[in-house]
């Protein structure tokens, strides 16, 4: 009977423990079928996506229809993407994880390192933010995000919509631009890191997108998590069982024998002694996206930082 | 105590008068305090008591009388009986082997709290708590000898006594506020002071080196009210015991106990406070006096693997306090059943609704 059981509990785990077999590796080498990229003049982009998403509908189709065109312009003459997406609401996330993860898996992005420019209007809570990817990271820079916004948050603070993402648009090239750093001007004072222009073909051109993991490994972190669980609760069980078993104990008080109702005070005295008085500044909201050096000499203060799909940006953002 | 020796009420450390700050302050931790407040704290160092018992032992004046004693030559344990049957197998340590007797006076008790709860009921008892016990080993059932649970008279000291209690505490109350760039936090000390008077009835301690004082005072409280005065009718059909520490020796543990109720006591009647810390108690017991007095007990010790587990029941109120072995074979057996158990239905739901 005990054998049955020690057998049944190991092959139970043992199964549970193969179902990793399945795991697949989260990264694909191919795109889905749902994106078919074109590549147009050795650019590879996805030309079917709308550049100007307008779900707060701040803009006509015909001012949307504008600067729809002139996101492809800038994708065709300098390599870099362009969107403008507008929302009522990020559903619980920041603004930044809005527009970094807008970007990422809608599939936005010109060429291998996926690079662009994405700027993300939140009116709910009244935020903007621009997320940049790829060499426009280092190209726009926290400099960049300060001088672009300068020129179109008195627009948009103003509710001329139109003009704001204009205006932004007709400011984006002079930032996405950049020439080849590849051999002497190289920023990052790094022989090993080369910047390569927008939309720049690798040899064995391989498209790296990110990819929402596969059902089989979900299954399988889910089962791994519910062993934790699991084990956690039956160490529990088995603890407060074996507790169970000695019952016996010296008694601290002899609170059970008071007689004559309790204890009599006598004397009570509540002494005030001294007092001491402690503060501390309080932390004061700050700006992102400051930074020193111009776009074309240095970027020592660029901050990046990594996505929920992986990918690096770049970007800042505020209120208006 | 004079006001030239109190020392620092924060920190313990020596204390000068500071002509700037117009006051008294403290040379380790800045601190710093008016005359008045350290007049009145002097007052309470003062005032406060430290441990002290009186006690008055009365062992002389009981009588003593002849009854037959059997000794234990296994493990030393005594028992009075007279009927020869009982003196079979040893209560205390489970060994099969005959006492050896003789007569001895013994001291004569002054009260007995007589057995409410039958063999019968003892022994019903003893099988419900080894019932249902996942981790018990198997063999331990079949090993214990459930008819050789022995009736015992306990030998305990009750002890009355009035006491004086003087408790200081340290304590605190923070009040926080902000304002447009900082936030405050103020810390105000207290030096809070409690004396008063406690009586305690019938506080027990068992006489017997050979109970564990871990099954006496876990099966506690016994009803006191009940205890008659002492008749060695009320023994026959069952064992007794004599003490072998005497009411002096007992006393400490009283004393430990009455102590930690005192404090407790003190210690709830300080309201108000963040924090509350202890910083010196003292009880002074006036007047005790105690008792020698015989209560009933159930016991049964079995050996298992050369270790002696037992269980205990109070005669009179039946509650039940015992030892079990563990078996680590069944309990690495049920944690990993349940963890596969577990494993399994957690996944089953996370995999459908997640």
Redesign the interface.
């Known amino acids: 009977m005990?054998k049955i059981?020690?057998f049944t509990?190991t092959a139970?785990?043992i199964t549970?423990f193969s179902l990793g077999v399945f795991a697949v590796d989260g990264t694909a080498e191919n795109p889905s079928n749902e994106n078919t990229t074109v590549a147009v003049s050795e650019l590879i982009y996805d030309e079917k996506l709308p550049r100007v998403v307008d779900n707060a509908d701040l803009l006509d189709e015909d001012e949307e229809n504008e600067l729809n065109k002139m996101c492809l312009d800038i994708i065709k003459t300098y390599g870099a993407d362009a969107v403008i997406v507008t929302v009522n609401g990020t559903d619980y996330k920041s603004a930044e994880e809005y527009a970094d993860d807008y970007y990422d898996y809608n599939g936005y992005g010109v060429g291998p390192e996926c690079d662009g420019v994405l700027l993300l209007v939140d009116m709910e809570s009244r935020n903007w933010h621009i997320s940049t990817t790829g060499s426009c990271i280092y190209s726009v820079g926290d400099y960049g995000i300060d001088a672009l916004s300068s020129n179109f948050l008195p627009l948009l603070s103003d509710g001329d919509y139109f003009e704001c993402f204009s205006t932004f648009l007709n400011d984006l090239p002079e930032w996405v631009y950049t020439e080849d750093y590849s051999d002497d001007n190289n920023y990052y004072g790094n022989d090993d890191y080369e910047v390569y222009p927008p939309g720049y073909i690798y040899p064995d051109d391989t498209v790296i997108r990110p990819e929402p993991m596969s059902r089989v490994s979900k299954?399988f972190v889910?089962?791994l998590?519910?062993?934790f669980?699991?084990?956690l609760?039956?160490?529990l069980?088995?603890f407060l069982?074996?507790r169970?078993?000695?019952?016996?104990?010296?008694?601290?008080?002899?609170?059970?024998?008071?007689?004559?109702g309790?204890?009599?005070?006598?004397?009570?005295?509540?002494?005030?002694?001294?007092?001491?008085?402690?503060?501390?500044?309080?932390p004061k909201p700050t700006n992102t996206g400051g930074g020193f050096g111009s776009h074309n000499s240095g970027s020592g203060g660029v901050s990046v930082h990594t996505g929920s799909s992986g990918t690096s940006h770049g970007g800042g953002g505020g209120g208006f | 105590m004079a006001i030239r020796e109190i020392k620092c009420p924060n920190c313990g450390g020596y204390m000068h008068f500071s002509p700037d700050e117009g006051n008294v302050k403290c040379e380790f931790c800045d601190s710093v305090f008016t005359a008045d407040v350290l007049e009145n704290y002097a007052e309470i160092i003062t005032e406060e008591c430290n441990d002290e018992q009186e006690y008055t032992f009365f062992d002389d004046k009981y009588v003593k009388e002849n009854a037959t004693v059997y000794t234990c030559s296994s493990c030393g344990g005594e028992i009075i009986t007279d009927d020869v049957r009982f003196a079979s197998r040893c209560p205390y340590c489970d060994s099969p082997v005959l006492m050896t007797s003789r007569v001895e006076g013994v001291l004569r008790p002054e009260y007995i709290i007589p057995f409410k709860i039958t063999k019968e009921q003892a022994q019903e008892a003893y099988k419900n708590f080894c019932r249902h016990r996942p981790l018990l080993p198997k063999m331990f059932l079949s090993e214990n000898r459930i008819d050789s649970i022995t009736g015992l008279y306990a030998p305990f000291w009750l002890f009355d006594c009035d006491c004086g209690i003087s408790a200081r505490f340290k304590a605190t109350r923070t009040h926080s506020w902000s304002t447009a760039d900082f936030d405050y936090t103020r810390t105000d000390h207290f030096c809070i002071y409690r004396a008063g008077d406690m009586s305690f009835s019938a506080v027990p301690v068992d006489g017997s080196s050979k109970l564990d004082n871990k099954f006496s005072e876990a099966v506690e409280p016994y009803d006191i009210s009940k205890a008659v005065s002492f008749n060695s009718a009320y023994l026959l059909g069952f064992v007794a015991d004599k003490y072998d520490e005497n009411s002096e020796h007992a006393s400490k543990r009283a004393f430990d106990r009455v102590k930690h109720s005192a404090e407790a006591a003190a210690y709830r009647t300080v309201s108000g406070y963040g924090t509350v810390i202890n910083e010196h108690s003292g009880v002074h017991i006036r007047s005790s006096k105690s008792h020698y007095a015989l209560l009933p007990i159930w016991l049964l010790n079995t050996s298992y693997k050369n270790k002696i587990y037992s269980f205990a029941m109070n005669g009179q109120t039946g509650k039940i306090v015992g030892e079990l072995p563990i078996s680590v074979g069944k309990g690495v057996g049920l944690f990993a059943g349940l963890t596969a158990l577990l494993t399994v239905l957690f996944s089953v739901i996370g995999i459908l609704f997640l």
């Open positions: 005990k059981y020690i509990v139970l785990i549970v299954n889910i089962v998590i519910s062993f669980f699991a084990s609760f039956s160490a069980i088995a069982l074996s169970q078993m000695k019952t016996t104990g010296l008694k601290k008080s002899s609170d059970m024998y008071i007689a004559n309790g204890l009599h005070l006598t004397d009570s005295r509540d002494l005030f002694l001294y007092s001491n008085t402690s503060m501390r500044p309080r």
